[in-house]
């Protein structure tokens, strides 16, 4: 069982910043995050796979950052200029296999079975 554990999540104002953390029960090559709003379409955000390399929705590009950290088991999202539209619930994730950060991507915003995810961490943000 892939046990991941999404923190971090909260209230900001537009142009805020806040961080994401996810805890993983192991390493994994390949991770991202995803977001839902209510009534929307599961949005893959951010990936990250086994060299580094990482790969960003347009709607979050310069704004975001996604990294894994120290203990190697977690992921982080850092998210800066917040705006209004980026209010969801964010998800991290691990697809069934491991894929390139590209492929991650996609596949999170494929709207099919792609892999584990936690619970979940609420953002919200204000004007």
């Known amino acids: 069982h892939v046990q991941l554990v999404e923190s971090g999540g909260g209230s900001a104002q537009a142009g805020g910043s806040m961080r994401l953390s996810c805890a993983a029960v192991?390493?994994?090559?390949?991770m991202g995050w995803f977001r839902q709003a209510p009534g929307m379409e599961r949005e893959g955000v951010a990936a990250i796979d086994a060299d580094g390399s990482t790969s960003y929705a347009d709607s979050v590009k310069g704004r975001f950052t996604i990294s894994k950290g120290y203990p190697k088991n977690t992921l982080y999202l850092q998210m800066t200029n917040l705006k209004p539209e980026d209010t969801a619930m964010y998800y991290c994730?691990?697809?069934?296999?491991?894929?390139?950060?590209?492929?991650?991507?996609?596949?999170?915003?494929?709207?099919?079975?792609?892999?584990?995810y936690g619970q979940g961490t609420q953002v919200t943000v204000s004007t």
């Open positions: 192991a390493h994994f090559d390949s």
């Open positions: 994730a691990v697809p069934y296999q491991d894929l390139s950060a590209t492929e991650t991507l996609r596949v999170m915003s494929s709207g099919g079975d792609f892999g584990y």
